[in-house]
């Protein structure tokens, strides 16, 4: 067959470059005339006759390593137009014009993974600094107005209030909620309110160290629940995890200074609130319909534990917002202003930590937040005890320290998988 060779015109070849570790070329060929024709009446060219000026130009099965059928062929109201990738030369009959674009393309995953990475470290020392705050301004308004219900019911409230606003900006979608997945989040809504009551009972009554100290049980109550209810036996390390987190938490209760049992029994139970919700939520879960994110969910638990707990509060305290109980917080250290402004900084806490550490699920494994919700614990433990200069002896010390190295050993434990049993 013989080969064509075109007319004496120029032609405009633009190279994009491609992202690849050596610099390939696109070559889009377009004639500088409407009026040109190509002689073969072929309706549609499938180059199968190379187009050749020279003996010079060979046929080439691969370009740059990659097979020659992976170049694609752009289609165009032209029927001579063609991608291919070649090296940057100038052929005869041809003018070759080279469009240069950015050769970082491959860097932009590395890029992604920096900026993912300092992402997170901000969001981990947002979480970290709420939390740090929310406990500091709720312990100095439990010490003075000692209505843990209506407290803990007015932090819901700021909650809700914050998410009717998200809602309304469009900060995060509206759900839409079905039957059956409200009667799920209900029975998870009333452990939830139960379990942040019981712990505004804790810190309270004792130090905000020894409150945390006892929640950094936790772990223990999840492996027994998880052995009640769900039938999930744990292996060897994790048990063995668990040994230095009973000793700490006992160890460092028999020396606490604060030491009050309703302090302590409110912290064990909400242990095993906040633990059961857990078991039970991968339980019952709905899991054939549109699933909700995790902010959804917290944001309608939240929800529904205000319109759960106001009545409740009313009933077990009374309506404790009258200017005689506000005046007698005053008189025991804290004005109505200073009250009420940190009741106001510690409700904006209580559901922003919250928040922020369901979005920082979303975004790492289980175990990783497991990790960073251990080293939390560390951090409110040490700042609370710098600022309300918490005596400690060294016996309390140790027992905190081995309750919580407990803690992160079980974090790293439930990352060793078991070895399948061999037939």
């Known amino acids: 067959m013989q080969s064509l060779k075109p007319p004496h015109k120029n032609y405009d070849l633009v190279f994009p470059f491609e992202p690849s570790k050596m610099q390939t070329t696109a070559l889009s060929l377009s004639p500088l005339t409407p009026l040109f024709r190509p ?8 180059f199968s006759t190379p187009v050749s000026n020279s003996s010079s130009l060979k046929p080439f099965s691969s370009i740059n390593g990659l097979p020659f059928q992976k170049a694609s062929l752009l289609s165009s109201c032209s029927p001579f137009n063609a991608s291919l990738l070649v090296s940057k030369e100038r052929y005869d009959g041809f003018r070759v014009r080279a469009q240069e674009v950015p050769e970082n393309i491959g860097e932009t995953k590395g890029y992604t993974g920096l900026a ?15 939390n740090i705050y929310f406990n500091i301004f709720n312990k100095q308004v439990l010490k003075v107005y000692a209505f843990p219900a209506t407290v803990t019911a007015f932090q819901f409230g700021c909650g809700t209030l914050i998410i009717l606003i998200m809602w309304a900006s469009n900060l995060h979608h509206r759900p839409k909620l079905t039957r059956s997945q409200v009667a799920v989040i209900i029975p998870l809504a009333v452990v939830h309110t139960l ?24 772990p223990f109550f999840t492996v027994l ?10 292996t060897l390390w994790i048990v063995s995890s668990l040994v230095p987190v009973v000793g ?9 200074a604060s030491f009050n049992w309703i302090g302590f029994c409110s912290a064990m139970a909400s242990n095993v609130t906040n633990q059961s919700r857990n078991v039970f939520s991968k339980k019952f879960m709905v899991r054939n319909e549109e699933t909700l994110d995790n902010i959804n969910i917290f944001s ?7 319109i759960l707990l106001v009545p409740a509060a009313i009933l077990l305290e009374g309506v404790k917002f009258s200017p005689s109980y506000l005046q007698t917080a005053a008189n025991q250290g804290l ?57 400690v002896s060294p016996i309390n010390s140790l027992g905190t320290t081995l309750a919580l190295t407990g803690v992160f050993l079980y974090s790293r434990a439930k990352q060793l998988k078991p070895k399948p049993k061999s037939a």
């Open 39 to 46: 002689l073969n009446k072929n309706p549609n060219p499938r």
């Open 116 to 130: 993912t990475s300092l992402q997170l470290g901000a969001m981990f020392a947002v979480w970290y600094l709420l």
């Open 195 to 218: 379990g942040n009551l019981l712990t505004n009972v804790s810190i309270g009554k004792v130090n905000v160290s020894f409150t945390h100290t006892i929640k950094a049980m936790e």
């Open 225 to 234: 629940f998880s052995v009640l209810i769900l039938g999930e036996w744990p």
């Open 248 to 256: 700490g938490v006992a160890l460092a209760s028999f020396s606490e």
């Open 300 to 306: 309608i638990i939240t929800i529904i534990s205000f």
């Open 335 to 391: 004005n109505v202003r200073e009250l009420c402004i940190r009741s106001l900084l510690a409700g904006f806490c209580f559901h922003s930590y919250q928040q922020v550490s369901y979005m920082i699920l979303q975004m790492v494994s289980p175990v990783t937040h497991s990790v960073g919700n251990c080293v939390k614990r560390v951090v409110v433990i040490i700042s609370s005890i710098i600022f309300f200069q918490t005596p």
